[in-house]
């Protein structure tokens, strides 16, 4: 089972974001994106990636790290809408 590590590792995420060490959860985060294989890459994650890039304030967003992760679930989750539903 590779995607529910993934889920929660993106779940860790999340928390590193909420106690205010966004550049680490973004870090964190964009590493399991990157690490998980396309045909894993379906919609409960990409929504928990998205997820992710929402928790991140407002003032943080310009970062380049924020910046790139954001880049990162672009291109990770662009993909045919029938594969990305399974």
Same mark, same amino acid.
């Given at each position: 089972?590779?995607? &529910?590590?993934?889920? @929660?590792?993106? %779940?860790? =995420? /999340?928390? /590193?974001?909420?106690?205010?060490? +966004? %550049?680490? #959860?973004?870090?964190?985060?964009? #590493? !399991?994106?990157?690490? /998980?294989?396309?045909?894993?890459?379906?919609?409960?994650?990409?929504?928990?990636?998205?997820? !992710?890039?929402?928790?991140?304030? !407002?003032?943080?967003?310009?970062?380049?790290? +924020? %910046?790139?992760?954001?880049?990162? @679930?672009? =291109? &990770?989750?662009? !993909?045919? =809408?029938? %594969?990305?539903?399974?």
């Amino acid at each position: 089972d590779i995607r &529910s590590p993934a889920q @929660i590792e993106l %779940q860790r =995420a /999340l928390c /590193l974001i909420g106690a205010g060490d +966004v %550049q680490d #959860g973004i870090r964190h985060a964009q #590493g !399991v994106v990157t690490s /998980l294989p396309a045909m894993h890459r379906v919609r409960p994650i990409a929504d928990l990636g998205q997820k !992710v890039l929402k928790a991140v304030p !407002v003032l943080e967003q310009p970062r380049a790290g +924020v %910046q790139e992760y954001r880049e990162c @679930i672009t =291109a &990770s989750f662009a !993909v045919p =809408a029938p %594969q990305l539903t399974a």
